[in-house]
């Protein structure tokens, strides 16, 4: 098949489906991606979007790739520290305080680095504030009030 051919080049291969039918190409691709459609193909695929926005596929990539590039760059600076502190130390220059010291910062910044792909205070959110102060959700289906799950949980506390 077509999708075999793709597969045995030396590239990867995301097949993107929703359907019965696609369960075997989505078995067969290197990343199989199920768009909130039948059982069986959610089951098959790698991923599984809980919607039809496609965008947030689009996000996951980018946002792969951005944590592979802080994985790199944090062991990098982590394996550097670590050998200067140990060429400081073979040359006599450095206690063991200033190992202990070098590695606790060094465990903090890349802390710090890493805490840099969080989504930041600015950033747009789905959420919308309505009249009466209760915050609405906006999903594929349409707008989710929360003041609905509240009084939800609020009976079945009752019972």
């Known amino acids: 098949s077509v999708l075999a051919s793709f597969c045995s080049t030396?590239?990867?291969v995301m097949m993107v489906g929703d359907g019965v039918n696609d369960a075997p190409a989505l078995a067969t691709a290197d990343v199989g991606v199920a768009v909130a459609g039948a059982a069986l193909a959610m089951e098959t695929a790698?991923?599984?979007?809980?919607?039809?926005?496609?965008?947030?596929l689009v996000y996951c990539i980018q946002?792969?790739?951005s944590v592979i590039r802080k994985i790199?760059?944090?062991?990098?600076?982590s394996l550097g520290v670590k050998f200067l502190v140990l060429g400081f130390a073979l040359a006599g220059r450095a206690a063991l305080w200033a190992a202990i010291a070098?590695?606790?910062?060094?465990?903090?910044?890349?802390?710090?680095n890493s805490?840099?792909?969080?989504?930041?205070?600015g950033a747009k959110t789905d959420l919308l504030e309505s009249e009466e102060g209760t915050k609405t959700a906006l999903n594929s289906d349409g707008p989710y009030d929360?003041?609905?799950?509240?009084?939800?949980?609020?009976?079945?506390?009752?019972?």
């Not at 790199?72 to 600076?77: D, L, Q, T």
């Not at 070098?102 to 710090?112: F, H």
């Not at 805490?115 to 205070?121: R, T």
């Open 63 to 65: 946002m792969g790739r």
């Open 46 to 56: 790698d991923i599984t979007l809980l919607d039809s926005q496609l965008d947030k």
């Open 146 to 159: 929360e003041s609905d799950e509240i009084e939800k949980f609020n009976r079945e506390q009752k019972e």
């Open 72 to 77: 790199k760059e944090n062991v990098i600076f």
């Open 10 to 12: 030396r590239r990867l």
């Open 115 to 121: 805490m840099m792909l969080l989504p930041s205070h």
């Open 102 to 112: 070098s590695d606790v910062g060094a465990m903090l910044l890349v802390t710090l």
